[in-house]
């Protein structure tokens, strides 16, 4: 499913426009700004798929796009007298401890995921390389699941499964990798995080990566026109 997000944030106050049925007028554009804050995903798109939309202007809540989490999942995560210890940690206001087993609770994650895919992606045949790595929320050390890896300026790269694990596997003699090094453009929600570029070298083959995304000033609400934008696809080998 594509993709979108707001490459340019608007500064006014929400609260100074005028109400409207969809959302609210801003008087400085001229434009009205669809509240969007209550609807999922899948309704964000379907409504900005409708004949006619043209140029949106959106509100949007950070995380209101989170991945859906299973109850299995959930319960793997931590037995129950962890969660509840986490929680009163929480509501002492104890965040050193927190984040400490927070910690200790992704690293241990890390070390299962990347030994399963070293296991699965040990080797890549001549001429290819592998690059693998996580996905963080650096506020919490939490997995980012969703995140999109491109590769340099390219459509090619992927996409971090649940646990912010991601791989790939390209050309090492290819126009997208320069001085034996490539740059990979990591982004989460364009509403929680800032995206983050870095360059990997190609040979030899990397070991996992550990991506950290900040988060955006004030990691709440933003608005702006929409731009829309296609999930990264699989390298061409």
């Not at 949106?56 to 859906?68: I, N, S, T, W």
């Not at 989490?69 to 962890?82: D, H, K, L, T």
């Not at 870095?198 to 990566?209: D, E, G, I, Q």
């Not at 000033?217 to 699989?234: D, F, L, N, T, Y």
Request: glycine share 10%; with cysteine; aromatic share 6%.
């Amino acid at each position: 499913m594509p993709g979108f997000s707001v490459p340019n944030p608007c500064p006014q106050p929400w609260a100074t426009m005028t109400p409207t049925a969809a959302g609210r007028f801003c008087g400085q554009c001229q434009h009205e700004v669809v509240d969007f804050s209550a609807l999922n995903e899948a309704e964000v798109h379907a409504w900005l798929a409708q004949p006619g939309v043209g140029t949106v202007c959106g509100l949007f809540r950070a995380g209101q796009f989170a991945p859906p989490v299973s109850a299995g999942a959930v319960a793997a995560a931590a037995p129950r007298w962890r969660r509840w210890l986490l929680t009163g940690l929480a509501l002492l206001s104890l965040k050193p401890l927190l984040t400490s087993c927070q910690n200790a609770q992704s690293n241990a994650t890390t070390s299962t995921g990347s030994t399963e895919q070293a296991d699965e992606l040990a080797t890549a045949p001549q001429g290819q390389v592998t690059i693998r790595g996580r996905v963080l929320d650096d506020s919490t050390g939490l997995a980012v699941a969703g995140a999109e890896i491109f590769i340099a300026d390219t459509p090619y790269g992927a996409v971090a499964d649940e646990q912010g694990n991601f791989s790939f596997t390209m050309k090492q003699q290819w126009a997208a990798v320069q001085n034996g090094s490539v740059s990979l453009r990591v982004a989460g929600s364009p509403f929680v995080f800032v995206p983050q570029t870095l360059r990997v070298a190609v040979s030899p083959a990397p070991a996992l990566l550990m991506v950290r995304l900040k988060s955006v000033p004030g990691r709440g609400q933003i608005m702006g026109k929409v731009a829309g934008h296609e999930p990264p696809q699989k390298p061409p080998l």
